[in-house]
């Protein structure tokens, strides 16, 4: 086992898994171009194949390699890479991300993270990594290096501590391909960022498809949700949001919805950890980041599809 950027960067080269942080989650990455590698990857996550992955590159002249921006996907790399955004395009050489990546599809979803232990991992590989978050399909994505390991460090050689992740929800994902740019994914950059340099989104329709995190069940604790919650009720754990209480699990004692967002998932799993009888969540407002915190969590009750 191996801890170290050469070191990991060798074991994706030999095929291998390695556990790897972003800003966003932490990430259990596989070569992308390597078929037995990507499946490996699917099998220690449990994950569905037709589930398409996120290639990760270090910025827009990698991602130009394998996939085709156009002027629209420039603006928006432009402005928000390195950070918390996926774009989806049209794949331009198949072999630099094999097609169980791309769940078959002639697409691919490309994004550049701006923590810097990883972007010093995919500068040592020189070609794009597949790094899905590092839990078990389904459950909370892993924020911390401990959650990571704890979820999937069984598959891996190698592990990189890049500390707690500073965003703490997964990419938002954005398709541009013919017709408008469609929104995907809610996730870490919220829609008013990205029409302020774009315009208006469209709503996924035919291509959401193409993007990951899009079942039905979805970043779920083994306790059932309870959403838009008042009070907890008898042996509910209680996810506080704005009540000026601080613990373990507080979404965000003051109500800040960022802070609220880099705590989602670590909170999910230390309600999770007391074996309660379910999981009360109080109301949280669907502006800005709440639109994301939202979506994940109405997905972890298994409301959306």
């Not at 629209?72 to 918390?84: I, Q, T």
């Not at 899905?132 to 050689?157: H, K, L």
């Not at 949001?241 to 800040?256: K, W, Y």
Request: aromatic share 4%.
């Amino acid at each position: 086992m191996t801890s170290d950027i050469e070191g990991a960067a060798r074991a994706l080269k030999a095929g291998s898994l390695v556990l790897l942080p972003t800003e966003t989650v932490y990430g259990l990455g596989a070569d992308a171009a390597n078929p037995a590698a990507v499946a490996a990857l699917f099998e220690a996550k449990g994950r569905p194949r037709f589930n398409p992955l996120i290639a990760h590159v270090t910025g827009l002249a990698a991602a130009q390699r394998f996939a085709a921006f156009d002027e629209r996907a420039l603006r928006l790399a432009e402005a928000f890479w390195p950070g918390p955004l996926t774009i989806v395009a049209p794949i331009t050489d198949e072999a630099a991300v094999c097609d169980l990546a791309r769940a078959g599809l002639d697409t691919v979803a490309v994004r550049a993270p701006s923590h810097p232990m990883a972007r010093a991992l995919l500068a040592a590989c020189d070609g794009p990594v597949c790094a899905p978050s590092a839990n078990r399909s389904g459950r909370p994505s892993p924020t911390t290096f401990q959650d990571a390991v704890d979820e999937t460090g069984f598959a891996v050689q190698a592990m990189l501590d890049g500390g707690p992740c500073t965003v703490g929800l997964e990419s938002t994902v954005v398709a541009v391909l013919d017709g408008p740019v469609r929104l995907l994914r809610l996730g870490g950059l919220d829609r008013a960022a990205i029409e302020a340099v774009i315009g208006p989104l469209a709503e996924a329709d035919g291509d959401a498809k193409r993007s990951p995190g899009r079942l039905v069940r979805h970043y779920a604790p083994d306790a059932p949700l309870r959403l838009d919650a008042r009070a907890s009720e008898d042996g509910e754990a209680w996810l506080g949001f704005g009540d000026g209480v601080d613990s373990p699990l507080s979404l965000s004692p003051s109500g800040d919805l960022r802070q609220a967002a880099q705590r989602l998932f670590s909170a999910l799993r230390a309600a999770d950890r007391l074996k309660p009888r379910g999981i009360a969540v109080p109301p949280i407002p669907e502006i800005g980041l709440g639109e994301a915190i939202n979506d994940r969590l109405r997905r972890a009750a298994g409301f959306v599809g």
